[in-house]
Every structure is written in C-alpha cells, then in structure tokens.
C-alpha cells in the first residue's frame, strides 16, 4: 500500500510542478518576449544590456505571480507526506489543492510567499533572458557563431553561469529567512 500510494503522490505532485511551471514560464516568456518586442527600435537595434535587464525583472515578476498558487500546491503536497495522518491535507491533484484552499481558506491564500517568489524572480530572470539575448546577440554580431543551435547552446550556457551567480545570494537569504520561520 505504501508502495502504491508513493507512486501516485510523484504522479499527483508532479501535476503541481508542470502547471506551476507552464503558467511561471509562460508568463515570463510572453512578457519578456512583448517588451523586448515594444523596447526594439524602428531600425531593429535590440534594447541595451541594462533595459534588457529591467525588461527580465518586469517579466519574471509577473510570471512568478502567475505561478505562486501552484507553488504552494505544490509545496504543501510535498510536505503532506511528513505531517501526522490527522493534519494532512490529502489534495489528490493540484485542482483539488486549489479547490480545498479557496474554500476552506480563502483564495488569498494561494498567493502564500509572493514576495519572497517575485524577488527571486525578478534576479533570476533579468541575469538568465538579458544575459542570454546579450550573449547570443554579440556572438552573431561579431560573427563568432550563427544563429544555430550552437549558438543557441552556449548563450544558454553563459545565461546559466549569470543566473547562478545572480540568485544565489538571493536563494541563500530566502533558505535562511524560510530556517528562521520555520524554528520560531
């Protein structure tokens, strides 16, 4: 039974991580891509590293807002499992998690962590998209590479390395501010 009930908790929690994100990435995506779009000058010149940047922060703040109710299905889903059978909240999905939250809690209670998420966001997307239009633009523009999956490739590489760099200071005070809570 235990057996069987670990299988189907990685199947059901796993539908709480590809909506979260399918509605974090799209919505950063979509955002990123139309102000990129809006900020690209009539002659085709792309925006600067720096309005990149801010262009990346407006994006990932947005679409970390539209994923922070699956995130805290998902959340709660993977921490079910370590709560006493009389507290457990048994969300069979992560529609049943939304469903169980808006009504016995209010629906407010789906955007639990926002800020903490948008913040996160914010560092995370401006470093990886500008670092990543960045790196693919001056590699075409001083003809090191084509635009290929190569080049594809190592601006996906370089955007890695920033993002790394950017959000783990940012990861390290929200661990540790999420410590605090958690002990008090």
């Not at 457990?88 to 962590?113: C, D, P, Q």
């Not at 693919?136 to 370089?158: A, P």
């Amino acid at each position: 039974e235990l057996r069987v009930q670990h299988r189907y908790g990685v199947v059901f929690r796993l539908s709480a991580g590809l909506l979260r994100q399918a509605t974090y990435t799209t919505g950063r995506m979509g955002v990123y891509s139309s102000l990129f779009d809006h900020f690209t000058s009539a002659d085709g010149t792309p925006p600067n590293v720096l309005m990149k940047c801010l262009i990346g922060a407006v994006a990932g703040s947005i679409g970390a807002i539209f994923g922070t109710p699956a995130d805290v299905v998902l959340v709660r889903m993977c921490l079910d499992g370590r709560l006493p059978l009389k507290e457990r909240r048994g969300y069979k999905n992560v529609f049943h998690g939304f469903y169980k939250i808006s009504k016995f809690e209010g629906a407010a209670t789906l955007l639990t962590g926002w800020r903490p998420t948008v913040v996160r966001a914010m560092f995370s997307n401006a470093s990886q998209l500008a670092s990543y239009s960045q790196a693919k633009q001056l590699l075409i523009h001083h003809n090191y590479m084509t635009d290929n999956i190569y080049c594809h490739v190592v601006s996906s590489l370089f955007a890695g390395g920033m993002t790394t760099l950017a959000t783990m200071p940012v990861d390290i005070c929200k661990t540790r501010y999420s410590g605090v809570q958690l002990v008090s």
